[in-house]
DNA sequence: GTATTTGCCTAAAGCCTTTAGGCAAACTGG
DNA sequence: CCAGTTTGCCTAAAGGCTTTAGGCAAATAC
């Protein structure tokens, strides 16, 4: 018999592709067994249990998002860097769905961690390196990093579940806008 | 055999604690069976499918909170009226996190439609009053009433999700410096 | 007080998760 | 190149959730 040469790794990979197409929730792995032409069993030689598999997905996920972040803020400071990083999470959920979902699975952190919470790390300092251009002291620098959060993640999670979809103008119309309006309120933030 | 007396809305409403108690995914036909010492076949008479029962705490959910937020928001306008919203906001999502997290359940909302549409209308108009405090034309309000709702719900998701549990200032010391930051924005919306 | 409706029951099939134990394929070193 | 060991995928099985079908009894209606 074959093997199928399956690893954690694989798995997590190949689990990332599957919540695109059929949503993260529906990644399971029974489904992933079939996708693999193996049995159910197999699997969990690879990982302990469904959640560690959502948590692995969710670890993929959250540091390609990253890095994905990390080059489009190379070489640009103030507005023009808001808006890159914001539409890199963005874009990002527009084309992977199901992967942007598991990023905020955190449920699942719980299970794996380390590499999670690392990647975690990396979005939060990429998010203050753009804070950077506005001259921000503290409380009002977390202040920052929190609306920003909110209002990207907030925005991308209604538009992603449809809330956008029934009336005008388009959700890519009122976006650049509204990261318009959040550079305007950081710069005169008092 | 004595009955149980079940119907659907008592059913969406014992499921609206349920979620609160244990998380509103976990919220199943058969916990909700147990929890009314009834056999689970016996739920279906008043039920279509795990689907519908969702679809129907997340309509009793968003009612509740439209209820509530309308309340809130009787005599009061311009910044008293927006700080009043977001905190009946998330004071219900941090009483009640199941309830709020059905709210968002839109995958069902396919399923039921009609009273949490309504529902949903609710919300948004109690958006719309809250900015003619601010006097915005189209599409200026349109993309307000998404500012609005993409940072209340984002920063409601993250703090549950406690993401601002391990840093300082604390998440309700944050919240209102944001509000009012909201508040100055929308006071200068160009 | 009989007739009808309604409510909850038993039974059963299908899918997902997870553990235990086994055989064979693939590496490892002489 | 071929033993010995590891590793990968297998079969088997138990337990939970969902959903449908069909039945008996309690509540309601006339």
Request: glycine letters at 8%; hydrophobic letters at 45%; zero cysteines.
């Amino acid at each position: 018999m074959a093997r199928a040469g399956l690893s954690g790794a694989r798995l997590a990979q190949a689990g990332a592709e599957l919540a695109d197409e059929v949503g993260f929730e529906q990644v399971t792995v029974s489904a992933l067994a079939r996708h693999f032409s193996v049995q159910v069993a197999s699997l969990y030689s690879h990982v302990r249990n469904s959640d560690d598999l959502k948590a692995r997905i969710a670890t993929v996920a959250l540091t390609e998002l990253a890095d994905q972040a990390a080059a489009a803020l190379a070489g640009r400071a103030g507005r023009d860097a808001l808006h890159a990083l914001a539409d890199v999470y963005r874009d990002y959920a527009r084309t992977h769905p199901g992967r942007y979902t598991a990023t905020r699975h955190t449920a699942a952190a719980s299970v794996l961690g380390e590499q999670y919470v690392d990647a975690g790390r990396r979005h939060s300092e990429l998010v203050r390196a753009v804070l950077r251009g506005y001259d921000l002291g503290e409380p009002a620098q977390t202040d920052a990093v929190r609306l920003l959060g909110s209002t990207i993640h907030g925005y991308i999670t209604l538009e992603l579940a449809g809330s956008f979809s029934h009336s005008e103008p388009s959700a890519s119309d009122s976006w650049p806008r509204i990261i318009d309006a959040l550079d305007t309120l950081l710069r005169s933030w008092s």
